[in-house]
């Protein structure tokens, strides 16, 4: 059964890179035709898409954040770490990490809140 534990600090302040990082248990992150997402939640909000990074390595990103986004991934750890930039104060949000097969968010990690001040 595949499990995915976000990790990474809770705080970020303002114009700094916030780093999360999903590692996933019971699964390989290389598996055929499987995508790894990231998607994130601010508080009273709906839930808004970031990217994924595809069992091929390739990325995919939110073209209103493609910009200050980055998705890597480390397959000898079995982890992918998303990178936002230029975090703005007014920018606090849950960001959950997820699986992507055949259309469907499967599995999501527990989702921390990264809150943002200085």
């Known amino acids: 059964q595949v499990q995915l534990q976000e990790s990474g600090p809770g705080l970020v302040k303002p114009s700094q890179t916030l780093s999360l990082t999903c590692t996933v248990s019971?699964?390989?992150?290389?598996?055929?035709?499987?995508?790894w997402t990231w998607i994130r939640q601010p508080p009273g909000k709906g839930l808004e898409w970031m990217g994924d990074i595809a069992y091929s390595g390739s990325t995919y990103y939110s073209p209103s954040l493609k910009s200050r986004t980055s998705i890597s991934r480390d397959t000898s750890k079995n982890q992918f770490t998303l990178q936002l930039s230029s975090v703005p104060p007014e920018e606090p949000a849950v960001y959950f990490c997820a699986s992507l097969s055949a259309g469907c968010f499967a599995v999501w990690g527990q989702g921390p809140l990264v809150s943002v001040s200085s």
């Open positions: 019971g699964g390989s992150i290389t598996t055929n035709s499987y995508y």
